[in-house]
Structures are given as structure tokens and as C-alpha cells.
């Protein structure tokens, strides 16, 4: 076992520091270090965007980096992006259009959605289904979950600024 | 699917890194972007007793445009596909990023990375060998410039890379007055082609003077001279370009798996490489089929 | 909340209650439960297809730092097998043990599992792990595995046929059909041979256990993902050899079922043994590629059909031979699936005259089971194509063909030859629909105007029934399937008048928590935010026959209005020595118990009856104290939800790509509960059953036995560009059967999916008489057919 090594992350806004092996991917520290297990693992391997988080500001797969190279940088998980007890646009029109079932991809498809809408505040439903691409849905047939984002990008715009 | 032990190390500089790769050779392997090596970690098929990661060498990433357009291993492709300056001097470049993945993909993944990486699928590696490309090799004992083609040979998942080198900088020469087609066939949006070609041609007005053709989805990168060979010459036309896609057929090292047999890829680098031309000669743009 | 002015819920889009924690990343999956003191599981599995395992080496392992045990076949003494549930007569028996057998019989059977303090180190030790395996030749296709001289997967069955069942078309009078008579006498004769994918559910969560085993109290609790938490139960007892008593099992949230969760699997033992031999909390979280080796496959059949017919359009019988590729050995349902082709294949369709035989083939694959439509797309696949081919045979519009053979809205019960009795339905009604949704006529002028333009347009209609809400348990033992059909449920009013609604349904993803509260508020007419639905939890849930599938929800639903309907009696006759009246003078309505005519004057609330009963202060004579009920529903037949859909795509026919162009469903599934769910259930349901049909398949290397498909590369799930946009029409016709007239509808919208654009494509390419018979049509398989066909 190689030794473990230090860690310091600003995680949703607050400086955590962890201890970890080498060889920890990001995804399992935020899941089992950080306790912050909206992060999730459906593959392990890239394609299914359940583990996408926000590192510094843009959309990555969690799973496919080591926990020891987010030291000095700041991630936002699904459980930051709330502003209290007040839901994200995102989050409330994922709920109010049934864009989502069984929610496991939900957490990586919410931070997705978040990051369209911040590069085009007003996708056509051809540019969410494109640039969504990445996250898999087994569920919804994703017709709602491109419904939800659209609407959350109508309310983000007109409360006049993304995440 | 978790990696087995590897010690780590994250250099802060070239020099840093090119000790590291001297000291530990062929037992280190080299994190860029990891959106390819990771997953080899993930899966235990990748096994380095040592990780250097350079992600914190923060030389080895810049886009520089005076003259031939120089790009640092490690700009990752986001960067890469929206850089001004790569789509003046190469608007295939970003035609080509954008099939790459998915944005979380992008964001992570670097030019670098991807050429040392060469996946037979990907696309960069044979892009930049129709923009005949030179890459940067540095070691703690020197560096060297390398040609795209002998880079990559006909090779997969390996380059002529050695285990102390490390690739620091892709350098494109200027292409003024072309143009150009990029296609590819890919199951699904951002998925690794079946076979993808990206042409780049110069015409005098209606005859072609230069063409270069590299194709990806086979079991190597390669150029394709029978076609190219089929356009120099020639009048840009449908003639031209229907010799050309069968050109590309001949050419192309088609294999099969269980996204489609080898007769079906070189099929389809024959219908790409007539539409890549065809989007060359009207200097569309590109995408998927 | 959404309120509705009558408390009436049924019918009304009500949010789903299970969204809040979801959305927030606060949901609780399996991966997510970790007590303290949890050690983790990971499990070796065979390399080979098909090998003797002649000894294992542990040493090493064993001596890896922070390993706590290793587990294999030898530590399963007095462990028994999970049982094949359902056994057909003549089925060879079998039996799905925790460690292959002595041998492993496919690419991923469990050979030996290792417990250590992280799932990192657990790998590790499997990497130590020496197996001496003697490979033994292996058989990956269903004729090769039937061929004289064919590697034996199961010595003890003899060969690999494991059962051949003929359904004889018995008819509505009991006797058999003439089909050899109806193929003397037809003007044509129709042939096809289909190729129907290996397919699955793959959940984007992969299964999972944390067992913890309570030494002091000798009781074991499983948190686990399973649909089926009662069956498990019984099961996991049964074969660890301790009291069904002494097992709990909870249920978290579930990331995605589709059917593969309700098998019983090897790792359900094995990780529970572990936490009884280490007297800790043992977790297991299946890796993606595990869960492509080793949760059941679905789908995989090869058929053969013919169909007769004489020159007016009209069908005059159809027999088939179904071969059933069921991978190495029999899982929780046996055949189940391929029987249900059998039982299916006849449709909307009078077809006097039917005979199919259904042979189930063992192949060194991973099991083939339970799959969200278990048999029924593979039967709407065949036959949907066979209508499609016998119109064209025929030059009868395929519309025109269907039409002409449908069974009428006045025919029900209508008895099917399949021995399926169908309730109620308006299948022309449905077509008729569906064709004026789509523009049927404008899109067949505009088909060839564009093929002139060389766009290759096709237009692929294909009905469905779908045989759902498994139900009378009298029927499923006639069947030989060792499970009731029932779902139970108990509902208890607290003395302030609010509804506890307990369970044996799993939610996992359908909104099961919300439709049910939604069922009872509008039969107790109160508000839905004083109904609580308790689920997963096996020590408070009453026991499920069938358990949870995505077409049970009506089942369910009927057991709490039928406990609901008790509670309301009790209600009335508590109610009616307060208001001291006869009881035969007082209802239960808007949530009141009142004498009925002065509603105004003498009324009693819920809350005012229900406190009154847990005082039991004055009870009427013969009515026990508190107020609560509980109903065990045993349906009096199977429901059965039908429909049309119809695919509209544009072929490339240089590159076989596919483009969707309209794709619409009419869907009928009786009574509606929520609007809003039942569409994402029908999108959800097209989205596994076109996967199927383009995309998804699991992949077998004839030389090395090998599943290529073996990562989300290779596997391809549909993205969001691969589906079209989904236009959806409701005809309702309820159900006379069940109580609210529901109908079982998580599962139909996969049924026509690939029958619709396999006569899409082929539509498309009639020029070139390309056929689609194989699923899924893949650019390349769809390319190397248009160029054999010189196009």
C-alpha cells in the first residue's frame, strides 16, 4: 500500500482536508471521505456521467480523476448547489417535469444541466440533447429530463444569472 | 473496478517531470488528462508501479500563433477547440474536438494526452497528420522533433515514444488557402468513431494541388496517399472525389468489432472521404455520418 | 402541494413525493449505507466460458494484510441453491448455486469472493487469488448448443435442451385448432426467421447488499436492492438454513430495476454468509463490469414463424418454433420469458388456428431472465413483423392488414389460442388513432415524393397487448409457478385521522410511494399530504406473491381500496352509534362519516371516528379497537394494457444510419392514476425497448466464449440524441376486471418498440426488399443487408 497523502479541497465552499491513498479516484473520496454520497457510481469508467461534478467551476467525471489531484481546487457536489432550504432552478424543474425516476443519475444530470445553461442560457431542446450527450439516463427517455432544462434555463435567465 | 497501488508523484515543472520519467522508466506512466488512462486504472489494465502526473506543470499548456501554431501537451481540449487562434489557422482542429467525447471529457482531456495515448479511434492523432504535424519529445537527455507519421507508425495504443521522453508541444505548420472536411461515424454523439477521415485541400480555383488525408477508426491512424494521390491533380469534383473514397478504401486498415465488421468500415471511409471532400470543396462544416 | 377540490387523486399529475431527497443528492442507495465496522466484499469470477475448476489456491490472499475472509465452494457446506421458481412440466431441474459448480459455465459465474477492510484491498486479494481452471470447450450459440457432439453445460439434464413446450392453440371451446388444416387451405403462405437480441436492463446502479448479521440476536438484515424483498426473504433463508423469522430485509432507494432485481442472485448468499461467518457488517457493490458478466441478460431468442393467410388479408393460423438462448443455466423464472413469447405471439390478432413450440437452450452465456416485458416484445417483435411481411406478400396496406384482422371491441373476454383470456380493450380504435396522429396518409404521399429525392423514408406500425398484472395465483399454479399473484396491504388511520399505507410494493423509480398515496387519499377522500406510504421494510410490509415490476402497481392498488373499503365500513358503523343512527343511514364521503341528507348537521370527521375507535370507549358490538385494515388482493384475472405505436425514419442508405423523423403511441391502460407518470413510464419503457432495437446488445465471441460487450463502450445505452421526441395518445378502456380499472403499464411502451422500427426500416427499403429481422438493426448489419440487396 503506498502511503497516504493530504489532501485539501474546498468543497462546497468549505476547506476540507483528507487523507488518502495515491490510487483513490476523486469520486470514492467525495462518496466515502467527504460523506457526500449524492456523487454517484454507475460505471466507473466515464460514459455515464453519474459521478459528474463541478471542478473549479467546470464539468467533470469524478470517477476518472484521483482524489489526490483535486488538492488546492474547489468542487461543488449536488448537495452545494442549493441556496439553503431554497432549491436550485435546476433541482425544482427536474421535480416539476418528471425529469427524473429512479434520481441516480439525477445528481450528475442536475450539475450538467447547470453547465449548459451556463454556456447557452436559452438551449434549444437539439443543443441540451447534444451537449447532455455525456450522462446516461436509463429511466425517463430523456424527453423530460431535456423538458426540465429547458424550463430551469427560462427561470435561471430571468432570475438573471446561472448557478 | 478500482486501481491497484501505484506511487504518485506531481512535478511542478518539465525538468521536474523529465527526472522522474529518467528515474523511473518504464515502470512510470505519464497522467495527462486521464480520461483514457484512468479508466485503464479503474479496470486493473493498466497497472504503473509509478504515476507522474503533470497536470500541475503549468508550461506545458499554451496555444501560441506567431508563425506555425504551437499548442503545449497538456492544453486540454476544451481550450483547445475554443481557441481563436487554432480555428483561424485550423478550423479542422475544432471540427474535430467537437466529436470528442462530451464536454466533462473535454474539460479534462488534452492534446497531449490523446497523441501519446493513440487510441485507433481517436481523432487527433489523425488530424494532425493531414496537417502534418511535428510533436516535441523532451528526456532528461535532450529532445527531439518527431513527424506525426513516425510518431504514430502503425501503431495503437503505443507511439514511438520512449518510456523517459516526454511530449511537450505540438507544432502545426500554416496551411494558407485551404480547406477543409472533417466526418466521421460514431454510433452515438461523442462515442469513438467507426471511421472518421479529415481532409484538408488546396485548390488553384478548380484544380487541387494539395490534399492531405488522415483517417481514424481502423486499426492505426494513418494517411490515406491512394487518395490523395486520386485528388492532386485533379479538377475538385465529384469524379475526383468518388476516386478518391475508393482510394480511402483501399487505404484504410479497417478492422471489425462489435460496432461493425472491416467491410463495413471501409465502406464507410469510402462515403466519408467523398463527403468530407465534398464539405471541403463547398467549405461546410462537418459532424456525425 | 397540488390540491384537488374534492380530494379526488386519482387522475391528477400529483408531484412524486420521492423527488425532495433526490434532487438534493440526498438519496439513499445501497452504495450509500455503510454501519460502522463494514468490511467489503468483491467476488473472482470465471475468466472462461465454459471450465473445470480443479482447486483454488487462497494462501495468499488470506495473508494480505487486511483481508478478513475468503470465500469459496468449499465454504458452502449445508448452503443450499435458489430455487427455479417457475417449472414448467417437463422442465429439467435447476438450480442457481452461490460458487459455479465444481465448473463455471459462463464469463463472470462467481468462483470465490474475498472480504477485506476497503474494496480497493478486497481487489487486491483477488489479484492472489491462483485458480486452476481445466478449460473445457464451450458453446455460445442456441443451434450450435442443440448440435449432435455439442459441449453438455448441465451434464446432469443430458444435453442442453431444457424443456420443449408446445402451447397446442387451444381455443375458447377447449379444443385445439385445425392449423394444419388452416395451412392446407391458405392462398399464401408467409415465412420469417428472427433474430431477437441479447439485451438487458442494465440499471445505471449496479446491484448491491450490505448484510449485518446480529450475533446476540441470531437475526441477519439484508440492505438490498431486490424488487422482490419477500420472495428473497423466504429464499435466502431457505438456503443460508436459517428461520425466514430471523431475516429482514430493508430497501433503500433503488437506482433502476427494469426486472433484473427481481431474481434471486448467487451474491444475495454470499455476502450474507460472510457477515455471519465475520459477525460484521459485510457490504457488496457489483462494479460495472460485473454488472454487464453477471446480472441476468434478457430477450435472446431465435424464431421461426409461419403464418397463413388467404388473398383477402385475413390470418387463418400461425405456428412458430421459439428457441430460447437461456444462457448456462435456469435463473429465478426458468423459461418464463420464452413461455410468455408463446403465450403472447397471437396479439390483437384472430388467429383460430396457433401452435408454437418454445425450447428453452442451455449456452455457456450468462443467464437469460427477468427483463422488463418478460417475453412479450419478443413475441410483439415476431408477429409484428409477420403482419408486416404477410402485407407486403399480400399488396395489402400494412394498416389495411391489421384492420382487417383485429379483435373487435365487442369481442371480450376474448380467449386467446395463446391461453391468454384478454379483458378489454379497443384495438382498432387505437390503430385508427395512432394512424391519424401520425398523418398516416400524408406521410405514405410524402414517402414517395422524397424517395424520388433519394431520402429513404419508412413508416412501421406495430400493435401490442400486454398480459400484465400477473395475477390469480389459482393460474399461476396451473402454470407451475411457484409464487401467489396477490400483493396485500394494510392501511392504518391514526386517531388524528391520517393514513399510514403499508406496502409489499418496491418503489424503484415508477412514483409506486405517490400513485399509491394518490389511491388511498381518493378513496379515503382526504388530503394526500396525510397519507404516508411505508415500503422496504420486510419486520412492517405485508408479503408480496409476486413483488414489484413496473406492471403491478394495479394489483397493489386494488389491495389498499379493498382495505381502504373495510376501514370506510368500520368508519360508518362507528360513526353511526355516535351520530346514533342506523348504520344503513350514514356514508363515508369527502372524508366525512355523516347521516346521509344532513351532511350539514350530523357529520363526524375522519379524526373524530378514528379517535373514538382507539379509545374504544363505545364500540359496536363485534368491532375491534383502532382502525386499521388489511386486504390481500388476488386478482380475478390478468389486465391487459394494448396499444398501437408507429416509427417514422429516414435511412441512410450509404452508411445504415437512422434518423428519426416522428415516432408516435397510443396506449391504453385503463384507468389512469397520474398522468405524469405514466407518460415517463411509457418514455422510459420506449427507451429500453429502441435501446434493444439499435443499440444494446450483449456480444459473444464465437472462438473464446468471451462477452465483448463487457463496458459501457462496448454496450451501447441509448444517449440523448438516439431517441426521438415522443408523442403520446391515451385511449382509456378500464379494466372490468380490477376495482378502478387499472391496468399494469410500467412495462408496455417497450413491447411494440422494435417490431415498430424494424417495419420502419424495412419499410423504408422496400425497393431493395431488405428485411430488418434481426435486432438490434445496427448500421453495420443494416449496410451489409441494403448492399446484399444491391442498393
Known amino acids: 500500500m503506498a502511503e497516504n497523502m493530504s489532501v485539501v479541497i474546498n468543497v462546497n465552499g468549505a476547506g476540507r482536508e483528507v487523507s488518502v491513498e495515491p490510487r483513490k479516484t476523486l469520486a470514492d473520496a467525495i462518496r466515502e471521505d467527504l460523506g457526500l454520497t449524492g456523487t454517484h457510481l454507475g460505471c466507473e469508467h466515464g460514459v455515464c456521467g453519474a459521478c459528474t461534478i463541478l471542478l473549479d467551476g467546470e464539468v467533470v467525471r469524478s470517477c476518472l480523476m484521483l482524489a489526490v489531484q483535486a488538492d488546492g481546487a474547489e468542487i461543488t457536489t449536488i448537495e452545494g448547489i442549493a441556496d439553503g432550504d431554497a432549491l436550485h432552478p435546476m433541482q425544482s424543474a427536474f421535480s416539476e417535469y418528471h425529469g427524473l425516476q429512479c434520481g441516480f443519475c439525477t445528481p450528475g444530470m442536475i450539475l450538467a444541466g447547470i453547465d449548459v445553461v451556463s454556456r447557452n442560457p436559452d438551449p434549444s431542446p437539439q443543443e441540451i440533447r447534444e451537449e447532455m450527450g455525456g450522462n446516461i439516463c436509463r429511466c425517463t427517455g430523456y424527453q423530460k429530463i431535456v423538458e426540465s432544462v429547458q424550463a430551469a434555463a427560462a427561470v435561471m435567465s430571468a432570475e438573471g444569472g446561472s448557478a | ?289 | 402541494m397540488t390540491t384537488t377540490q374534492e380530494n379526488r387523486w386519482i387522475g391528477v399529475s400529483a408531484p412524486r413525493r420521492e423527488d425532495a431527497p433526490l434532487i438534493r443528492g440526498r438519496g439513499r442507495y445501497i452504495a450509500d449505507i455503510e454501519p460502522a465496522g463494514t468490511v467489503h466484499m468483491a467476488i473472482l469470477r470465471s475468466p472462461y466460458a465454459h471450465a473445470r475448476i480443479n482447486g483454488i489456491d487462497t494462501a495468499a490472499a488470506e495473508a494480505l494484510d487486511g483481508v478478513h475472509c475468503v470465500l469459496t465452494a468449499a465454504d458452502l457446506e449445508g448452503i443450499g441453491d435458489f430455487p427455479t421458481i417457475w417449472r414448467l412440466p417437463g422442465q429439467k431441474e435447476c438450480t442457481t448455486p452461490a460458487f459455479a459448480p465444481g465448473k463455471a459455465r459462463y464469463v463472470g459465474e462467481p468462483v470465490a469472493a474475498v472480504v477485506a477492510d476497503s474494496r480497493y484491498l478486497a481487489e487486491d486479494a483477488l489479484d492472489l487469488l491462483d485458480v486452476d481452471y481445466e478449460i473445457l470447450d464451450h458453446v455460445v450459440d442456441v443451434e450450435a448448443a442443440l448440435a449432435d457432439g455439442a459441449p453438455v453445460i448441465n451434464e446432469d439434464m443430458g444435453d442442453n435442451t431444457i424443456i420443449e413446450y408446445t402451447f397446442p392453440g387451444i381455443n375458447a371451446l377447449g379444443v385445439a385448432g385445425d392449423i394444419d388444416g388452416a395451412f392446407e387451405e391458405a392462398d399464401e403462405i408467409v415465412s420469417g426467421r428472427f433474430k431477437v437480441g441479447r439485451y438487458s436492463g442494465v440499471a445505471l446502479e449496479t446491484r448491491g447488499h450490505v448484510a449485518e448479521w446480529d450475533d446476540l440476536r441470531q437475526t441477519l438484515t439484508l440492505h438490498s436492492g431486490s424488487q422482490v424483498a419477500s420472495l428473497l426473504r423466504t429464499e435466502l433463508a431457505a438456503a443460508l438454513g436459517i428461520p425466514e423469522t430471523s431475516v429482514r430485509i430493508l430497501t433503500p432507494n433503488i437506482g433502476g430495476a427494469f426486472g433484473n432485481q427481481w431474481d434471486r442472485y448467487p451474491e444475495d448468499i454470499l455476502v450474507s454468509l460472510a457477515s455471519m461467518k465475520l459477525c460484521r457488517p459485510v457490504k457488496w457493490i457489483e462494479d460495472r463490469r460485473e454488472a454487464l458478466q453477471a446480472t441476468v441478460h434478457g430477450r435472446e431468442q431465435l424464431q421461426e414463424w409461419q403464418l397463413a393467410a388467404n388473398s383477402d388479408g385475413t390470418v387463418l393460423g400461425l405456428k412458430g418454433r421459439v428457441l430460447s438462448d437461456q444462457g448456462a443455466h435456469l435463473h429465478s423464472v426458468g423459461i418464463g420469458p420464452a413461455w410468455v413469447t408463446g403465450a403472447a405471439a397471437v396479439n390483437q390478432y384472430k388467429i383460430a388456428n396457433y401452435h408454437c413450440d418454445v425450447v428453452g437452450v442451455a449456452t455457456n452465456k450468462t443467464p437469460n431472465s427477468t427483463f422488463r416485458g418478460f417475453g412479450g416484445p419478443e413475441a410483439m417483435f415476431g408477429i409484428e413483423r409477420m403482419m408486416d411481411k404477410t402485407a407486403r406478400r399480400l399488396g395489402i396496406d400494412p394498416a389495411e392488414l391489421r384492420r382487417r384482422n383485429m379483435i373487435q371491441a365487442d369481442e371480450f373476454p376474448y380467449f386467446s389460442p395463446g391461453g391468454a383470456v384478454y379483458d378489454s380493450g379497443n384495438y382498432p380504435a387505437a390503430l385508427e388513432k395512432a394512424l391519424e396522429a401520425v398523418e398516416y396518409d400524408k406521410v405514405r404521399e410524402e414517402q414517395q415524393s422524397l424517395r424520388d429525392q433519394g431520402v429513404y423514408r419508412g413508416i412501421g406500425i406495430a400493435s401490442y397487448i400486454h398480459v400484465s398484472g400477473f395475477g390469480p395465483s389459482a393460474i399461476l399454479g396451473i402454470l407451475d409457478y411457484y409464487t401467489g399473484g396477490y400483493e396485500g396491504s394494510t392501511v392504518k388511520i391514526d386517531p388524528h385521522g391520517r393514513a399510514t399505507l403499508y406496502t409489499g410494493m418496491i418503489p424503484m423509480g415508477q412514483g409506486t410511494e405517490t400513485t399509491l398515496a394518490q389511491v388511498a387519499a381518493d378513496h379515503l377522500e382526504i388530503d394526500i399530504a396525510n397519507v404516508r406510504v411505508v415500503w422496504g421494510d420486510t419486520d412492517q410490509t405485508p408479503y408480496t406473491g409476486f413483488g414489484s415490476a413496473g406492471s403491478r402497481s394495479n394489483v397493489a392498488a386494488v389491495a389498499v381500496i379493498k382495505a381502504i373499503e373495510e376501514i370506510k365500513a368500520k368508519a360508518v358503523r362507528i360513526g353511526a352509534g355516535l351520530l346514533e343512527a342506523d348504520p344503513d343511514d350514514v356514508a363515508y364521503a369527502d372524508g366525512r362519516i355523516s347521516v346521509k341528507g344532513a351532511e350539514e348537521m350530523r357529520s363526524l370527521s375522519l379524526a373524530d371516528v378514528a379517535q373514538q375507535a382507539y379509545w374504544a370507549h363505545k364500540l359496536p358490538e363485534g368491532d375491534q379497537p383502532t382502525l386499521e385494515a388489511t386486504y390481500v388482493y388476488d386478482p380475478a384475472n390478468f389486465t391487459t394494457a394494448c396499444g398501437t405505436h408507429v416509427a417514422v425514419v429516414d435511412v441512410d442508405i450509404d452508411t445504415g444510419k437512422i434518423d428519426w423523423v416522428k415516432y408516435v403511441v397510443v396506449d391504453d391502460a385503463g384507468t389512469i392514476i397520474n398522468p405524469l407518470l405514466v407518460e415517463g413510464q411509457i418514455h422510459g419503457a420506449l427507451s429500453n425497448g429502441l435501446g434493444g432495437a439499435m443499440l444494446e446488445e450483449f456480444v459473444y465471441d464465437e472462438e473464446s466464449g468471451q462477452l465483448l460487450s463487457s463496458t459501457l463502450m462496448d454496450y451501447l445505452v441509448p444517449s440523448f440524441t438516439d431517441l426521438p421526441d415522443f408523442e403520446i395518445h391515451h385511449l382509456v378502456t378500464p379494466s372490468p376486471h380490477t376495482e378502478g380499472g387499472f391496468k399494469g403499464m410500467g412495462e408496455a411502451g417497450c413491447f411494440p418498440a422494435a417490431g415498430a422500427l424494424a417495419n420502419a426500416v424495412t419499410d423504408a427499403l422496400s425497393h431493395l426488399g431488405v428485411e430488418a429481422d434481426q435486432t438490434p438493426v445496427t448500421p453495420s448489419r443494416l449496410w451489409s443487408l441494403i448492399d446484399q440487396a444491391g442498393g
Open chain 2, 1 to 289: 473496478m478500482k486501481p491497484a497501488v501505484f506511487d504518485y508523484s506531481a512535478p511542478e515543472s518539465i525538468g521536474e517531470a523529465l527526472d522522474l520519467l529518467a528515474e523511473h522508466g518504464s515502470g512510470a506512466k505519464v497522467l495527462a488528462g486521464g480520461q483514457s488512462l484512468v479508466p485503464m486504472l479503474n479496470f486493473r489494465l493498466a497497472r504503473p508501479a509509478h504515476l507522474i502526473d503533470v497536470n500541475g506543470v503549468g508550461s506545458l499548456s499554451y496555444i501560441s500563433a506567431n508563425g506555425a501554431l504551437r499548442i503545449g501537451a497538456m492544453t486540454r481540449l476544451t481550450a483547445l477547440g475554443e481557441s481563436g487562434d487554432v480555428a483561424g489557422a485550423h478550423p479542422v482542429i475544432p471540427a474535430a474536438v467537437a466529436q470528442i467525447g462530451h464536454r466533462a471529457i473535454r474539460n479534462r482531456g488534452t492534446i497531449g494526452g490523446s497523441l501519446a495515448h493513440n487510441d485507433p479511434a481517436a481523432e487527433l492523432p489523425a488530424v494532425l497528420m493531414a496537417l502534418d504535424a511535428e510533436v516535441t519529445a523532451r528526456s532528461a537527455d535532450g529532445e527531439r522533433v518527431i513527424g506525426m507519421q513516425d510518431l504514430i507508425e502503425d501503431r495503437l495504443f503505443d507511439t514511438t515514444l520512449d518510456d523517459t521522453e516526454l511530449l511537450t508541444e505540438i507544432r502545426i505548420p500554416a496551411a494558407a488557402g485551404s480547406s477543409f472536411g472533417f466526418r466521421e461515424f460514431a454510433r452515438r454523439h461523442g462515442d469513438f468513431a467507426l471511421a472518421g477521415v479529415a481532409a484538408v485541400i488546396t485548390t488553384d480555383g478548380s484544380t487541387i494541388t494539395q490534399a492531405a488525408l488522415g483517417a481514424f477508426g481502423g486499426t492505426h491512424a494513418t494517411r490515406l496517399p491512394t487518395a490523395e494521390a486520386a485528388l492532386v491533380g485533379a479538377e475538385a469534383g465529384d469524379a475526383a472525389f468518388a476516386a478518391a473514397g475508393a482510394g480511402a478504401a483501399a487505404d484504410f486498415p479497417a478492422t471489425s468489432d462489435v460496432h461493425g465488421t472491416a467491410e463495413y468500415r471501409s465502406h464507410l471511409i469510402n462515403v466519408l472521404t467523398v463527403r468530407a471532400l465534398k464539405d471541403a470543396a463547398g467549405q461546410a462544416g462537418g459532424g456525425n455520418g
